[in-house]
Protein backbone atom coordinates (compact mmCIF):
# COMPACT_ATOMS: atom_id res chain seq x y z
CA UNK A 1 0.00 0.00 0.00
CA UNK A 2 1.32 3.72 -0.85
CA UNK A 3 1.75 5.13 2.35
CA UNK A 4 0.04 8.73 1.37
CA UNK A 5 -1.01 9.13 4.73
CA UNK A 6 1.99 9.20 6.96
CA UNK A 7 4.81 10.04 3.73
CA UNK A 8 5.38 13.43 3.26
CA UNK A 9 5.03 14.85 -0.43
CA UNK A 10 4.74 17.97 -2.81
CA UNK A 11 1.04 19.50 -1.12
CA UNK A 12 -0.23 22.20 -3.10
CA UNK A 13 -2.97 24.51 -1.39
CA UNK A 14 -5.26 26.53 -3.65
CA UNK A 15 -7.48 29.63 -2.59
CA UNK A 16 -9.25 32.61 -4.59
CA UNK A 17 -7.02 34.70 -5.91
CA UNK A 18 -5.52 37.49 -4.04
CA UNK A 19 -6.00 35.25 -0.50
CA UNK A 20 -3.14 33.61 -0.87
CA UNK A 21 -1.26 36.23 2.08
CA UNK A 22 -4.26 35.22 4.19
CA UNK A 23 -4.16 31.76 3.72
CA UNK A 24 -0.18 31.83 4.21
CA UNK A 25 -0.90 33.04 7.60
CA UNK A 26 -3.97 30.30 8.46
CA UNK A 27 -0.74 27.50 7.51
CA UNK A 28 1.85 29.23 9.42
CA UNK A 29 -0.14 29.42 12.65
CA UNK A 30 -0.97 26.05 12.36
CA UNK A 31 2.86 24.81 12.06
CA UNK A 32 3.46 24.48 8.98
CA UNK A 33 6.38 26.37 6.51
CA UNK A 34 5.05 26.69 3.30
CA UNK A 35 7.62 26.53 0.82
CA UNK A 36 6.38 28.50 -1.82
CA UNK A 37 3.24 31.48 -2.42
CA UNK A 38 1.75 32.20 -5.14
CA UNK A 39 -1.51 34.34 -6.33
CA UNK A 40 -4.05 31.56 -6.12
CA UNK A 41 -2.36 29.36 -3.12
CA UNK A 42 1.09 28.02 -1.64
CA UNK A 43 3.04 25.06 -1.92
CA UNK A 44 4.32 22.84 1.15
CA UNK A 45 5.44 19.31 2.38
CA UNK A 46 3.01 17.07 4.24
CA UNK A 47 1.48 13.86 4.69
CA UNK A 48 -2.47 13.24 4.05
CA UNK A 49 -2.76 13.01 7.55
CA UNK A 50 -1.63 16.33 8.19
CA UNK A 51 -3.94 17.53 4.95
CA UNK A 52 -6.54 16.20 7.31
CA UNK A 53 -5.54 18.96 10.18
CA UNK A 54 -5.43 21.44 7.38
CA UNK A 55 -8.38 20.77 5.51
CA UNK A 56 -10.79 20.95 8.98
CA UNK A 57 -8.65 23.78 10.03
CA UNK A 58 -8.27 26.53 6.87
CA UNK A 59 -11.08 29.17 6.24
CA UNK A 60 -9.60 30.62 2.88
CA UNK A 61 -8.19 27.54 1.36
CA UNK A 62 -10.18 25.76 -1.70
CA UNK A 63 -8.41 22.43 -2.28
CA UNK A 64 -5.59 20.43 -0.73
CA UNK A 65 -3.64 18.40 -3.27
CA UNK A 66 -1.49 15.38 -2.24
CA UNK A 67 0.67 14.77 -5.18
CA UNK A 68 1.79 11.58 -5.63
CA UNK A 69 3.10 11.75 -9.21
CA UNK A 70 5.66 13.67 -11.18
CA UNK A 71 6.02 12.90 -15.19
CA UNK A 72 6.40 14.36 -18.94
CA UNK A 73 4.31 13.91 -21.53
CA UNK A 74 3.97 15.16 -24.67
CA UNK A 75 -0.07 14.53 -25.60
CA UNK A 76 -2.78 12.50 -24.35
CA UNK A 77 -1.62 9.05 -24.99
CA UNK A 78 1.87 9.60 -22.97
CA UNK A 79 0.29 10.78 -20.04
CA UNK A 80 -2.66 7.82 -20.09
CA UNK A 81 0.80 5.45 -19.82
CA UNK A 82 1.92 6.96 -17.12
CA UNK A 83 -0.59 7.46 -15.11
CA UNK A 84 -1.79 3.71 -15.97
CA UNK A 85 1.91 2.66 -14.54
CA UNK A 86 0.88 4.11 -11.18
CA UNK A 87 -0.94 1.14 -8.73
CA UNK A 88 -4.52 2.48 -8.12
CA UNK A 89 -5.77 -0.80 -7.05
CA UNK A 90 -3.40 0.34 -3.26
CA UNK A 91 -5.49 3.91 -3.71
CA UNK A 92 -8.74 3.55 -4.78
CA UNK A 93 -11.64 1.28 -3.59
CA UNK A 94 -12.21 -1.38 -6.82
CA UNK A 95 -15.87 -1.13 -5.47
CA UNK A 96 -15.77 2.76 -5.00
CA UNK A 97 -16.04 5.62 -6.73
CA UNK A 98 -13.48 8.44 -7.96
CA UNK A 99 -13.54 11.42 -9.86
CA UNK A 100 -11.37 13.33 -11.78
CA UNK A 101 -10.45 17.50 -12.10
CA UNK A 102 -8.01 19.25 -13.87
CA UNK A 103 -5.42 22.42 -14.56
CA UNK A 104 -4.10 21.65 -18.54
CA UNK A 105 -2.42 23.84 -20.46
CA UNK A 106 -0.64 21.55 -23.22
CA UNK A 107 -1.37 22.69 -27.08
CA UNK A 108 -2.67 19.03 -27.79
CA UNK A 109 -5.76 19.34 -25.74
CA UNK A 110 -8.31 21.73 -27.17
CA UNK A 111 -10.49 20.59 -23.81
CA UNK A 112 -10.25 19.83 -20.27
CA UNK A 113 -12.72 17.03 -20.02
CA UNK A 114 -10.87 14.94 -22.81
CA UNK A 115 -7.93 15.05 -20.17
CA UNK A 116 -9.96 14.09 -17.71
CA UNK A 117 -11.16 11.21 -19.54
CA UNK A 118 -8.00 9.88 -20.64
CA UNK A 119 -6.78 9.76 -16.52
CA UNK A 120 -10.14 7.86 -15.73
CA UNK A 121 -9.74 5.55 -18.16
CA UNK A 122 -5.88 4.83 -17.24
CA UNK A 123 -7.58 4.22 -13.93
CA UNK A 124 -10.36 2.36 -14.20
CA UNK A 125 -8.12 0.07 -16.63
CA UNK A 126 -5.33 -0.27 -13.86
CA UNK A 127 -8.02 -1.40 -11.48
CA UNK A 128 -9.43 -3.87 -13.51
CA UNK A 129 -6.37 -5.17 -14.57
CA UNK A 130 -5.38 -6.41 -11.12
CA UNK A 131 -9.16 -6.95 -9.61
CA UNK A 132 -11.21 -7.64 -13.11
CA UNK A 133 -14.02 -4.90 -11.92
CA UNK A 134 -13.90 -1.33 -13.03
CA UNK A 135 -14.96 1.50 -10.07
CA UNK A 136 -17.55 4.08 -11.50
CA UNK A 137 -16.30 7.12 -11.81
CA UNK A 138 -18.22 10.51 -12.49
CA UNK A 139 -18.18 14.43 -11.84
CA UNK A 140 -19.59 14.00 -8.26
CA UNK A 141 -16.52 14.89 -5.55
CA UNK A 142 -18.06 13.12 -2.42
CA UNK A 143 -15.56 10.29 -3.05
CA UNK A 144 -12.05 9.90 -4.23
CA UNK A 145 -11.16 12.82 -6.14
CA UNK A 146 -7.50 12.86 -8.37
CA UNK A 147 -6.38 15.56 -9.97
CA UNK A 148 -3.99 16.64 -12.97
CA UNK A 149 -2.09 19.58 -13.32
CA UNK A 150 -0.26 19.63 -16.72
CA UNK A 151 1.49 22.58 -18.08
CA UNK A 152 3.33 22.10 -21.36
CA UNK A 153 5.05 18.96 -21.29
CA UNK A 154 5.04 18.70 -17.23
CA UNK A 155 2.26 16.94 -15.90
CA UNK A 156 1.32 16.00 -11.80
CA UNK A 157 -0.99 13.58 -10.63
CA UNK A 158 -2.52 14.81 -7.16
CA UNK A 159 -5.03 12.89 -4.41
CA UNK A 160 -7.87 16.08 -3.76
CA UNK A 161 -7.61 15.35 -0.32
CA UNK A 162 -10.45 17.84 -0.04
CA UNK A 163 -13.60 16.79 -2.58
CA UNK A 164 -15.79 19.68 -2.05
CA UNK A 165 -14.15 23.16 -2.18
CA UNK A 166 -12.95 23.97 1.56
CA UNK A 167 -13.88 27.66 0.68
CA UNK A 168 -17.89 26.86 1.19
CA UNK A 169 -18.09 26.43 4.82
CA UNK A 170 -21.26 24.35 5.03
CA UNK A 171 -23.85 26.77 6.89
CA UNK A 172 -25.44 28.70 4.05
CA UNK A 173 -28.26 26.69 2.98
CA UNK A 174 -30.14 29.82 2.07
CA UNK A 175 -27.76 32.31 0.11
CA UNK A 176 -29.52 34.73 -0.36
CA UNK A 177 -28.77 37.07 -3.17
CA UNK A 178 -24.88 37.65 -4.58
CA UNK A 179 -23.40 36.48 -1.64
CA UNK A 180 -19.75 36.71 -1.33
CA UNK A 181 -18.23 33.31 -0.69
CA UNK A 182 -17.10 32.09 2.54
CA UNK A 183 -13.99 31.84 2.28
CA UNK A 184 -13.47 35.36 0.79
CA UNK A 185 -15.37 36.48 3.90
CA UNK A 186 -13.05 35.49 6.10
CA UNK A 187 -10.15 36.61 4.00
CA UNK A 188 -11.66 40.13 4.35
CA UNK A 189 -11.94 40.15 7.94
CA UNK A 190 -8.29 38.97 8.18
CA UNK A 191 -7.51 41.75 6.38
CA UNK A 192 -9.07 44.41 8.20
CA UNK A 193 -6.59 43.16 11.56
CA UNK A 194 -9.98 42.97 13.86
CA UNK A 195 -8.91 41.92 17.28
CA UNK A 196 -11.50 39.47 17.69
CA UNK A 197 -11.85 41.24 21.12
CA UNK A 198 -14.14 44.39 20.19
CA UNK A 199 -17.55 45.63 18.14
CA UNK A 200 -18.25 44.14 14.79
CA UNK A 201 -20.81 45.49 12.61
CA UNK A 202 -22.29 44.39 9.53
CA UNK A 203 -24.99 46.72 7.82
CA UNK A 204 -26.67 45.79 4.82
CA UNK A 205 -25.58 41.64 5.64
CA UNK A 206 -27.39 39.94 3.37
CA UNK A 207 -27.64 36.63 3.97
CA UNK A 208 -25.08 37.00 6.77
CA UNK A 209 -21.87 35.56 5.69
CA UNK A 210 -19.53 38.31 7.30
CA UNK A 211 -21.27 38.40 10.51
CA UNK A 212 -21.51 34.67 10.45
CA UNK A 213 -17.41 34.22 9.95
CA UNK A 214 -16.71 36.84 12.35
CA UNK A 215 -18.35 34.52 15.29
CA UNK A 216 -16.71 31.63 13.97
CA UNK A 217 -12.95 33.42 13.67
CA UNK A 218 -13.54 34.89 17.39
CA UNK A 219 -14.76 31.66 19.15
CA UNK A 220 -12.62 29.19 17.32
CA UNK A 221 -15.09 27.72 15.74
CA UNK A 222 -13.25 26.01 12.38
CA UNK A 223 -14.81 25.25 9.35
CA UNK A 224 -13.92 21.05 9.88
CA UNK A 225 -16.57 21.78 12.67
CA UNK A 226 -19.46 21.55 10.25
CA UNK A 227 -18.48 18.97 7.57
CA UNK A 228 -18.12 15.08 8.02
CA UNK A 229 -17.18 14.20 4.74
CA UNK A 230 -14.30 14.74 2.44
CA UNK A 231 -12.15 13.12 -0.32
CA UNK A 232 -9.11 11.85 2.26
CA UNK A 233 -11.99 9.51 3.54
CA UNK A 234 -11.98 7.67 0.24
CA UNK A 235 -8.63 6.79 0.31
CA UNK A 236 -7.29 3.09 0.60
CA UNK A 237 -5.45 3.00 4.08
CA UNK A 238 -7.61 6.34 5.94
CA UNK A 239 -7.70 5.88 9.91
CA UNK A 240 -11.11 7.47 11.30
CA UNK A 241 -9.47 7.74 14.64
CA UNK A 242 -7.17 10.45 12.84
CA UNK A 243 -9.84 12.33 11.45
CA UNK A 244 -12.16 12.41 14.54
CA UNK A 245 -9.24 12.77 17.00
CA UNK A 246 -8.41 16.03 15.11
CA UNK A 247 -12.09 17.05 15.66
CA UNK A 248 -12.59 16.24 19.28
CA UNK A 249 -9.39 18.75 19.41
CA UNK A 250 -11.47 21.87 17.68
CA UNK A 251 -14.37 20.84 19.51
CA UNK A 252 -12.89 21.53 22.76
CA UNK A 253 -11.12 24.68 21.50
CA UNK A 254 -14.17 26.54 20.83
CA UNK A 255 -14.96 29.50 23.15
CA UNK A 256 -18.84 29.52 24.11
CA UNK A 257 -19.34 32.95 25.29
CA UNK A 258 -17.98 36.51 23.87
CA UNK A 259 -17.89 39.65 25.61
CA UNK A 260 -18.38 42.11 22.73
CA UNK A 261 -21.40 42.44 20.30
CA UNK A 262 -21.23 41.21 16.72
CA UNK A 263 -24.47 43.03 14.69
CA UNK A 264 -25.56 42.30 11.67
CA UNK A 265 -28.38 44.18 10.44
CA UNK A 266 -30.60 44.59 7.27
CA UNK A 267 -33.56 46.66 6.20
CA UNK A 268 -34.72 43.28 4.63
CA UNK A 269 -36.88 41.42 7.09
CA UNK A 270 -36.20 38.30 4.70
CA UNK A 271 -32.27 38.77 4.49
CA UNK A 272 -32.50 38.79 8.82
CA UNK A 273 -33.92 35.97 8.42
CA UNK A 274 -32.02 34.09 6.28
CA UNK A 275 -28.89 35.22 7.69
CA UNK A 276 -30.54 34.09 11.44
CA UNK A 277 -31.05 30.67 9.41
CA UNK A 278 -27.35 30.15 8.06
CA UNK A 279 -25.99 31.48 11.84
CA UNK A 280 -27.80 28.85 13.68
CA UNK A 281 -26.66 26.13 10.96
CA UNK A 282 -23.41 27.24 11.76
CA UNK A 283 -23.62 27.42 15.61
CA UNK A 284 -23.17 30.91 16.01
CA UNK A 285 -26.71 32.89 15.96
CA UNK A 286 -26.67 33.35 19.71
CA UNK A 287 -23.51 34.82 19.57
CA UNK A 288 -25.20 37.59 16.65
CA UNK A 289 -27.35 40.69 17.32
CA UNK A 290 -29.70 40.70 14.28
CA UNK A 291 -31.19 43.66 13.47
CA UNK A 292 -34.11 45.07 10.63
CA UNK A 293 -32.70 48.41 10.16
CA UNK A 294 -32.09 50.52 7.28
CA UNK A 295 -27.89 50.75 7.58
CA UNK A 296 -27.71 54.41 9.31
CA UNK A 297 -30.33 53.15 11.80
CA UNK A 298 -28.26 50.05 13.14
CA UNK A 299 -27.73 50.69 16.83
CA UNK A 300 -23.94 50.81 17.80
CA UNK A 301 -23.40 49.91 21.67
CA UNK A 302 -22.34 53.04 23.29
CA UNK A 303 -18.72 53.73 24.19
CA UNK A 304 -17.73 50.70 21.95
CA UNK A 305 -15.82 51.43 19.10
CA UNK A 306 -14.44 47.90 16.69
CA UNK A 307 -14.88 47.19 13.01
CA UNK A 308 -17.75 48.16 10.81
CA UNK A 309 -17.66 46.88 7.13
CA UNK A 310 -20.33 47.10 4.34
CA UNK A 311 -20.41 44.64 1.02
CA UNK A 312 -22.81 47.04 -0.78
CA UNK A 313 -24.27 46.16 -4.32
CA UNK A 314 -21.53 46.74 -6.95
CA UNK A 315 -24.00 47.68 -9.77
CA UNK A 316 -22.57 45.00 -12.01
CA UNK A 317 -25.11 42.28 -10.93
CA UNK A 318 -28.01 44.04 -9.42
CA UNK A 319 -29.57 47.07 -8.22
CA UNK A 320 -29.46 50.94 -10.45
CA UNK A 321 -26.67 52.74 -10.76
CA UNK A 322 -28.29 56.75 -9.79
CA UNK A 323 -29.92 54.83 -7.06
CA UNK A 324 -26.43 53.44 -5.76
CA UNK A 325 -24.52 56.09 -6.26
CA UNK A 326 -27.02 57.83 -3.45
CA UNK A 327 -26.60 54.87 -1.78
CA UNK A 328 -22.91 55.15 -1.58
CA UNK A 329 -22.54 58.31 -0.86
CA UNK A 330 -25.43 57.88 2.19
CA UNK A 331 -22.77 55.22 3.98
CA UNK A 332 -20.24 57.42 3.50
CA UNK A 333 -22.08 59.87 5.43
CA UNK A 334 -23.00 57.83 8.14
CA UNK A 335 -19.44 56.42 8.64
CA UNK A 336 -17.94 60.02 9.25
CA UNK A 337 -21.15 61.27 10.95
CA UNK A 338 -22.40 57.98 13.17
CA UNK A 339 -19.18 56.07 13.74
CA UNK A 340 -16.60 57.87 15.03
CA UNK A 341 -13.63 55.86 16.64
CA UNK A 342 -14.68 52.84 13.90
CA UNK A 343 -12.08 51.13 12.02
CA UNK A 344 -14.82 51.27 8.43
CA UNK A 345 -14.66 49.11 5.55
CA UNK A 346 -16.24 48.94 1.89
CA UNK A 347 -15.80 46.16 -0.20
CA UNK A 348 -16.84 47.07 -3.79
CA UNK A 349 -16.42 46.07 -6.90
CA UNK A 350 -17.01 49.24 -8.92
CA UNK A 351 -14.26 51.72 -8.34
CA UNK A 352 -17.07 54.85 -9.96
CA UNK A 353 -19.70 53.80 -7.17
CA UNK A 354 -16.42 54.14 -4.37
CA UNK A 355 -15.79 57.79 -5.04
CA UNK A 356 -19.14 58.81 -3.83
CA UNK A 357 -18.80 57.44 -0.36
CA UNK A 358 -16.68 61.28 -0.26
CA UNK A 359 -14.10 59.78 2.48
CA UNK A 360 -10.43 59.62 1.68
CA UNK A 361 -9.41 56.12 2.32
CA UNK A 362 -6.30 55.21 4.27
CA UNK A 363 -5.30 51.80 2.34
CA UNK A 364 -6.91 49.92 -0.66
CA UNK A 365 -6.73 46.39 0.08
CA UNK A 366 -7.27 44.02 -3.23
CA UNK A 367 -9.19 41.11 -4.04
CA UNK A 368 -11.21 39.28 -6.28
CA UNK A 369 -14.94 38.33 -5.90
CA UNK A 370 -15.04 35.60 -8.56
CA UNK A 371 -13.63 37.06 -11.98
CA UNK A 372 -14.57 40.51 -10.14
CA UNK A 373 -11.57 43.08 -9.61
CA UNK A 374 -12.76 44.21 -6.23
CA UNK A 375 -11.14 46.82 -2.87
CA UNK A 376 -12.05 46.96 0.42
CA UNK A 377 -11.50 50.57 1.44
CA UNK A 378 -10.30 51.31 5.05
CA UNK A 379 -10.94 54.03 6.58
CA UNK A 380 -10.07 55.69 9.97
CA UNK A 381 -13.08 57.19 11.78
CA UNK A 382 -11.23 59.47 14.31
CA UNK A 383 -13.17 60.99 17.24
CA UNK A 384 -12.88 64.39 17.82
CA UNK A 385 -10.50 64.28 20.46
CA UNK A 386 -7.58 61.86 18.12
CA UNK A 387 -8.56 63.98 15.30
CA UNK A 388 -7.52 67.21 17.44
CA UNK A 389 -3.80 65.58 18.40
CA UNK A 390 -3.32 64.36 15.43
CA UNK A 391 -3.62 67.55 13.87
CA UNK A 392 -2.71 69.38 16.57
CA UNK A 393 -5.64 71.04 17.42
CA UNK A 394 -7.81 72.19 14.65
CA UNK A 395 -7.23 72.64 11.32
Not at 48 to 69: G, T, W
Not at 112 to 140: E, M, Q, T, Y
Not at 235 to 250: N, P, S, T
Not at 260 to 274: L, P, R, Y
Request: proline share 3%; hydrophobic share 40%.
Amino acid sequence: MYQVFNNPAKVIITCNKRLSVYLKQEVEALGFKPERVFATGLELKATVNECIKLNLNLRCASQILYRIKEFTAADANEMYQEVLAIEWEKLIDFSGYFSVTSNVDNSTITTPLFANLKVKDAIADRIKSVHNLRPNSGSDYSKTVVHLYWKNNSAEIYLDTSGETLAKHSYRKIPGKAPMLEALAAGTIFATGWDMQSTFVNPMCGSGTLAIEAALIATHRTPGLLRMNYAFMHILGYDEEVFFKERRQLKDQVVKHINFKIIASDISEDAVNIAEKNARTAGVDTLIDFQVADFADTILPEGQAGVIIFNPEYGERLGVHSKLEATYKRIGDYLKQGCKGYKGYIFTGNPDLAKKIGLKASRRIEFYNGKLDCRLLEYELYDGSRREVETGGGE
